[in-house]
Nanobody
Framework: QVQLVESGGGLVQAGGSLRLSCAAS??????MGWFRQAPGKARQFVAR????????YYTNFVKGRFAIPRDIAKKTVYLQMNSLKPEDTAVYYC????????????WGQGTQVTISS
């Protein structure tokens, strides 16, 4: 089992930055993904990192703005968000993929990110 605890959400102006944290405990995971869900809309994939070597993948709408570094010693994954836009407003979730299949088995509690115009 894996437990994920998120932090770092908040309210910022458009063009600003936030860094979300996802601290993991328990079994080692293969990949950690970030997802987001806006009110009344479906959950969407944002980015992921492979724990073993730090390989990353980003969706097109965040490329060049977001990064997903990790701290191996702290077993923590971050979502560094720059040049934020109002359409980035959502609840952000981290999730652990245990089997390298992009099937996410464990989820964080979510953290609200709100971007004002």
């Amino acid at each position: 089992q894996v437990q994920l605890v998120e932090s770092g959400g908040g309210l910022v102006q458009a063009g600003g930055s936030l860094r979300l944290s996802c601290a993991a405990s328990g079994r080692t995971f293969s990949r950690m993904g970030w997802f987001r869900q806006a009110p009344g809309k479906a959950r969407q994939f944002v980015a992921r990192i492979r724990w073993s070597d730090g390989d990353t993948y980003y969706t097109n709408f965040v490329k060049g703005r977001f990064a997903i570094p990790r701290d191996i010693a702290k077993k923590t994954v971050y979502l560094q968000m720059n040049s934020l836009k109002p359409e980035d407003t959502a609840v952000y979730y981290c999730a652990a993929d245990m089997t390298s299949t992009e099937e996410y088995d464990y989820w964080g509690q979510g953290t609200q990110v709100t971007i004002s115009s």
